[in-house]
């Protein structure tokens, strides 16, 4: 066993972030299909590890204490750069994705436990290889394993969530590239010039120039430390409660108040560049981390029926962007890129869906649109809709333990 401490973690996701980037420009087809360049070198690294255990019988220990601060800094970045003044203009387009969500949300579950009944399985294995893991996380995969070992004795459930909490986050990263460039090809904008003129945004063009000044930045993870303090103390005393929320939602509702209250005030004015610098640095970092760490081997554990109605979600998921999703947000490039984004956290999280649009933006041209949306469908309304989802399943007579 070699075990890396938090700095040598550290360098570990740099170097992976920087081979991801050597892999996208050097492959074609990965930077045809615009894989996020964390998930090509976290995937990569992650498959090298699974050959050394497999020859030597060597395994990588990784500190992941930066992990979850990484992931709350950057839904932190994405609360303090949303104006709700933009948020009313996409008020519509907001609530047709809340309701598309919905449909998937539905179908993973009909999904799971029809295929777990035909392949004789546990219908609750069925629900935790549904939406629970796939739309939810590892999370919220967590959360109703614990739930479902206490209450009806299903003791392999964490084991089980995780694992397809896991398997997740690597489609939703792989498939979401694919999707979106096959949706421009066929899009009203297929050269991917966007559908208005003003200029990109950093979360969309995170590679763009910025002007920062040392004052800026300090002032900047002043903010983004505030947030994280303020929605983890939130988040703590909300727990156990009937409003319990995860806490990466309430760092971002802290972050959306704060910004727009401070600028309403006209107190001081959040400087969105070297907010995004920040948030796209946290998000690169986190994804890395998660992805190069991926114990690929324990993933074999999972049986070979949980491994066929994992496959059979994720095609159903590119069908679902590719057939509803796009259509319904209107068959156009910003159609496209919330597709992409559909795919990340319909299958892995919201950082997955911002890097996959990230992808998308950064060789096509911005979409406002779906950086306006996405953060908040996938990171707050998504959470509720799970919950109630669930909730009304568990009802249903093939659970004689619930109904």
Not at 164 to 171: E, K, N, P, S
Not at 210 to 236: D, H, K, N
């Amino acid at each position: 066993m070699i075990q890396l401490d938090t700095y040598g973690t550290l360098v570990a996701a740099t170097l992976v972030l920087l081979l991801g980037r050597k892999c996208v420009q050097s492959v074609k087809f990965l930077k045809k299909y615009t894989i996020p360049e964390p998930v090509a070198g976290g995937l990569l690294v992650a498959l090298l590890l699974l050959l050394v255990n497999q020859m030597f019988g060597w395994e990588v220990g990784f500190d992941m204490s930066l992990k979850e601060p990484l992931m709350l800094a950057f839904f932190a970045t994405i609360g303090l750069n949303a104006n709700l003044a933009s948020l009313r203009k996409g008020g519509k387009s907001l609530f047709l994705l809340v309701f598309v969500v919905l449909g998937l949300l539905l179908l993973q579950n009909a999904i799971g436990i029809g295929m777990a009944k035909m392949l004789g399985l546990d219908p609750l294995m069925g629900l935790l290889a549904g939406s629970i893991t796939l739309s939810g996380g590892h999370g919220t995969g967590a959360a109703w394993s614990k739930l479902f070992i206490e209450r009806y004795g299903f003791e392999n459930a964490t084991e089980v969530a995780m694992a397809c909490a896991t398997f997740g986050l690597v489609l939703g990263g792989i498939i979401g590239g694919p999707v979106a460039r096959y949706l421009v090809s066929h899009s009203s904008s297929p050269n991917g010039n966007p559908e208005d003129t003003v200029d990109p945004s950093a979360f969309e063009k995170p590679s763009i120039g910025r002007m920062i000044t040392p004052l800026v930045m300090v002032e900047t993870i002043a903010l983004i430390a505030i947030c994280l303090m303020a929605g983890t103390y939130t988040s703590s005393m909300l727990q156990g409660s009937a409003f319990e929320i995860p806490t990466f939602v309430c760092v971002l509702f802290v972050g959306v108040i704060m910004s727009n209250v401070l600028a309403w005030l006209g107190f001081y004015r959040v400087f969105d560049r070297a907010v995004s610098v920040l948030g796209n640095v946290s998000l690169s970092l986190f994804l890395a981390m998660a992805l190069m760490s991926l114990k690929l081997w324990e993933m074999a554990s999972l049986a070979l029926p949980m491994m066929a109605i994992l496959i059979v979600q994720t095609l159903s998921m590119a069908c679902y962007a590719i057939f509803v999703t796009y259509r319904v947000m209107g068959k156009n490039y910003d159609a496209a890129v919330l597709a992409a984004g559909h795919c990340g956290f319909g299958l892995g999280a919201t950082p997955t869906a911002i890097a996959n649009m990230q992808a998308i933006t950064n060789q096509f041209g911005p979409s406002h649109l779906a950086f306006l949306v996405v953060p908040m469908v996938g990171a707050f309304f998504i959470d509720i809709a799970n919950a109630i989802v669930i909730k009304l399943y568990l009802m249903l007579p093939v659970f004689p333990a619930i109904s």
